[in-house]
């Protein structure tokens, strides 16, 4: 992975603060996660000047960054609180899977995990439905 700018990783981490209290997500508790997913968010802005998602493949990121999908904090989790990194996670480390379509591959892999803070974040959750056509129609 690319060594990020000093000042993207700082506005990134700065970010990640911010984002958990909006949210009322932790950061996790397994060492060193938190800290490869924040170095891979500020390597995509200073590569492309947008915290595009650093753990998904992209076959043309300048494409994929026209689209909102997988821009920090991406769909997944404005809508269904559910972060594939594990950057935004429950205390316990693990990713909230409580709000997703139950064929999610995120219910497949983790099973239910309950929100903790359900009165909190979700800002798009009313996208649920223009989330999953796109996930069809744009395999992403
Ligand atoms: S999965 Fe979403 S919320 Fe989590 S790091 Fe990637 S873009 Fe951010």
Redesign the pocket.
Known sequence: MKVPSAKSFERMEKFVKIYCEKTGTSTSPQEGVTDA?IKGLAANVDELKRPL?P?RFYPDKQEEIKHRT?I???D??QIYKY???L??VSPEGLPITEHLPEDHEGRKTYGLVKDPTPDKGRALRHKAAEREKERRERPS
């Open positions: 997913v998602c753990c997988w920090c904090a991406c997944d989790m972060c594939h990194c950057l935004f």
